[in-house]
């Protein structure tokens, strides 16, 4: 029984590898044609509504917080002194949970 097991198996693994000769050739606007010309690299919302891209700018923080520790308020960028990971910049009104 294993005896047959092996032959099918080994039948199966040399019917895989037997290839079809020569591989198809890859088309001229193909990606992976070293020839095909660049793509596009914007989203594609963007690359079809006809904005052009824009550099977003976060507003400005008034404070900065540790995510860890939001006791811990800065004015400027920088780290948590307790846990040493970056302060995040604190937008809108925070809430306190009860």
């Known amino acids: 029984m294993i005896r047959i097991l ?3 198996a080994a039948a199966i693994l040399l019917a895989g590898c037997a290839g079809g000769g020569a591989p198809e050739p890859i088309p001229d606007d ?3 044609n070293p020839a095909a010309p660049e793509a ?4 594609v919302t963007q690359a079809f509504s006809g904005e052009e ?3 977003a700018k ?3 923080a008034e404070e900065y917080a540790c995510p ?3 006791e811990v308020r800065q004015k400027e960028p920088g780290k ?3 846990c040493g990971m970056a302060l995040e910049p604190v937008r809108g009104k925070e ?4």
């Open 6 to 8: 092996i032959l099918f």
């Open 80 to 82: 948590c002194p307790k």
């Open 40 to 43: 596009d690299s914007r989203p």
């Open 58 to 60: 976060p507003p400005a």
């Open 53 to 55: 891209k824009r550099e």
């Open 68 to 70: 860890m520790h939001p």
């Open 95 to 98: 809430h306190e949970h009860r």
């Open 30 to 32: 193909h990606p992976a």
